[in-house]
């Protein structure tokens, strides 16, 4: 029985060892919307921002929708510093540009209109953080208008003024461009969760489990709503002079209307339904709504305004619910198994972008791993008579978080170098791994004579024998520094005398090398590593030296490169993902300890407990006397041998009659 035991222990290790050596979970955002820019127009939205837990402090990343590429990263510098709301904001500047006096030919001044992009931060100890697009940092810190959580926060009139709420429920009005408190009031709310603004900037909506509206001139209640019976988490204006909220652990999406009357209280118009909790909702310029489950599909309604069209009163008291018209959801499947069935790719954003025109509806998903989420504008939603199709399943390839750079196929058989240059960074790199450069070569098999085709034969089933003694065959350069060969190898892309380089672990070897590594080199060597790190994780341990010296060398040059971010985002998100196994890995270690210290306990109780040397005092009794009889017969023997020893004594005893 312990022999089996044994060896399961053994094989769910292996399988565990595996599953975290080539997969990473990395959990979900704690914060995470889009810009605001398409509030206002047909813009789909430019950049998501989100919050993510890293090993010690929270981070704030910026993707660009577009590319799905990481341009921005920003670390608190207190390390117990921790975010709890994220607001995007916008200003817009126009600049008026005078003409040239020498050309006044009925020539006007021309002007430009610049948009900052702002983000702000709430922390646990009652800041408000404003963090710049354009500057890449911090610009202005709000202090002193809540002794505890901040709740949330919004931008009014062109992000020139802000209004925050924390658990002490209290708002806070501020002037942002010169960081001070301007007005501060009690919401009436005990448990406040969410904030919002109307468009036009002069009622703002205090959420908890019910709702308050306030004006924003006189700073006082005009409206409550009964709300929900749990926790409110998002509150969305709609075109029909509507509002929706979303609650915690709550299937109901609840409108709410804005008619005015006298009593102060308004009333739930209808309420949407759906399979599972929603996570966020998104309404357009249609009424459309649509709401991301839990379970990572997207539910869509057609005009949300339709629910509550109804001229009978009495059943306008009623509250009327209406289910989702139509799910859109993203699948996937698994090249290497065909007859595995389609798996589910959970949505994790998604947003309405209002359509140029009438008819049409996109919306904006993003899917996959937070590592590099991947964006898509999906459309062809609608029939022909403006509903939503009643199913749409989407296929679309498999994000991995191992950061690998994904190249259609279409696009596998195009060319392969490109030269990127920049102030103090020139770049050569090829674009196909050696997979696309197999499939090339079959490509072109048609031009090669018969004696290549067999050549390519041979080669290929020898290759698994080549792989295997690679490692014995692989002659490892010598000398005190081989910056030529690496050099050389990074020029050219030379994939063999690349990994004849690294194959060198002596690490005299390798601080030589790299101190003489010309910078333009730096830069194109750690997107070399990194791509042989995505492809086989199991060499981290061989590749982390050459990245550790590469950037402690070489920190000055990196430093002073532009847009850094954009050309090692990947390689810093892959370190920062194999450093977030530490603790697991840590644990399981702690855990295996304990197994194995159970195990070795229970071999030394299984150790017969019978000593080397055993006293019996029996035996040792019965063998004393039978010395003590030998000693006797001895001693006999000895007194016989004495008495017969002299003849002439018997002669005497005889003579004299004593003896016959």
């Known amino acids: 029985m312990a022999g089996k035991f044994k060896k399961k222990s053994n094989n769910s290790f292996a399988n565990k060892i595996s599953t975290l050596a080539n997969v990473v979970e990395v959990p979900p955002p704690i914060l995470a919307s889009f810009d605001k820019a398409s509030d206002k127009n047909s813009t789909p939205p430019s950049y998501l921002a989100a919050v993510l837990q890293a090993i010690d402090q929270h981070r704030l990343k910026i993707w660009d929708v577009k590319t799905s590429v990481l341009i921005g990263e920003y670390s608190p510098k207190q390390v117990d510093c921790r975010y709890t709301s994220l607001t995007w904001g916008e200003s817009v500047e126009v600049t008026e540009i005078e003409s040239d006096v020498s050309l006044r030919k009925k020539r006007k001044g021309a002007s430009t209109t610049t948009v900052n992009n702002y983000i702000a931060l709430g922390t646990e100890n009652g800041d408000i953080e404003i963090y710049s697009l354009t500057h890449g940092d911090v610009i ?71 709702i308050n509206l306030f004006d924003l001139e006189t700073k006082s209640l005009i409206k409550t709503y009964p709300g929900h019976a749990t926790d409110i988490r998002q509150v969305v204006f709609s075109e029909n002079n509507t509002f929706i909220t979303v609650a915690d652990q709550d299937r109901f999406i609840s409108i709410w209307g804005q008619e005015n009357n006298e009593s102060g209280k308004g009333k739930t118009v209808s309420a949407l339904t759906m399979d599972t909790m929603p996570v966020s909702v998104s309404v357009n310029s249609s009424n459309n709504v649509l709401a991301i489950g839990e379970d990572g599909i997207l539910y869509l309604w057609n005009n949300m305004s339709s629910s509550n069209e109804n001229n009978d009163k009495k059943k306008r008291q009623k509250i009327l619910t209406k289910g989702f018209d139509s799910k859109l959801k993203i699948v996937y499947l698994n090249e290497e198994e065909e007859d595995e069935e389609p798996q589910l790719l959970n949505i994790m954003f998604a947003s309405f972008v209002n359509a140029s025109k009438t008819g049409e509806c996109q919306i904006l998903v993003g899917y996959g791993s937070m590592v590099k989420p991947k964006f898509e504008i999906i459309t062809d939603l609608v029939t022909e008579s403006g509903e939503f199709k009643e199913e749409i399943s989407l296929s679309r390839s498999l994000v991995t978080n191992l950061l690998q750079s994904e190249i259609k196929k279409e696009d596998k058989k195009a060319t392969g170098t490109y030269t990127q240059s920049k102030p103090g960074v020139m770049m050569t790199m090829s674009l196909q791994d050696e997979e696309d450069e197999e499939e090339a070569e079959k490509a072109g098999e048609d031009e090669k004579s018969l004696e290549e085709r067999i050549k390519e034969m041979e080669i290929k089933s020898n290759k698994q024998d080549e792989t295997s003694t690679k490692s014995k065959k692989m002659v490892i350069p010598k000398g005190e520094s081989i910056q030529n060969m690496l050099q050389q190898a990074v020029h050219s892309n030379d994939k063999q005398l690349l990994e004849t380089c690294l194959s060198v672990t002596n690490i005299k070897v390798i601080r030589n090398t790299l101190e003489r590594l010309p910078p333009q080199y730096v830069i194109p060597f750690l997107n070399l590593l990194k791509e042989r790190i995505q492809k086989k994780p199991q060499r981290g341990c061989y590749i982390f030296d050459w990245i550790r010296y590469t950037i ?109």
Not at 169 to 183: A, F
Not at 554 to 564: A, D, G, K, T
Not at 591 to 617: C, G, H, P, W
């Open 552 to 660: 402690m060398i070489h920190m000055s040059y990196l430093i002073s490169v532009p847009e850094l971010t954009s050309q090692l985002g990947e390689l810093y998100q892959l370190l920062q993902e194999r450093s977030s196994l530490m603790g697991k890995l840590s644990q399981l270690n702690g855990r295996l300890d304990l197994i194995n210290s159970q195990f070795v306990t229970r071999n030394q109780m299984k150790i017969s407990q019978e000593a080397e040397v055993v006293y019996d005092e029996e035996a040792e009794d019965n063998t004393d006397m039978e010395e003590d009889e030998e000693e006797g017969e001895n001693d006999e023997f000895d007194s016989e041998d004495e008495f017969y020893e002299d003849g002439n004594e018997l002669d005497e005893l005889a003579a004299n009659g004593d003896i016959e």
């Open 140 to 210: 202005k810190r709000l202090q002193g208008g809540h002794n505890s959580k901040v709740v949330d926060f919004v931008f009014s009139e062109n992000s020139k003024k802000g209004y925050s709420i924390g658990t002490d429920g209290y708002v806070v009005e501020w002037d942002i461009n010169n960081g001070m408190e301007m007005n501060k009031w009690l919401s009436g709310i005990d448990f406040v969760t969410k904030l919002n603004i109307s468009k036009d900037n002069k009622i703002l909506y205090v959420a908890g489990q019910s």
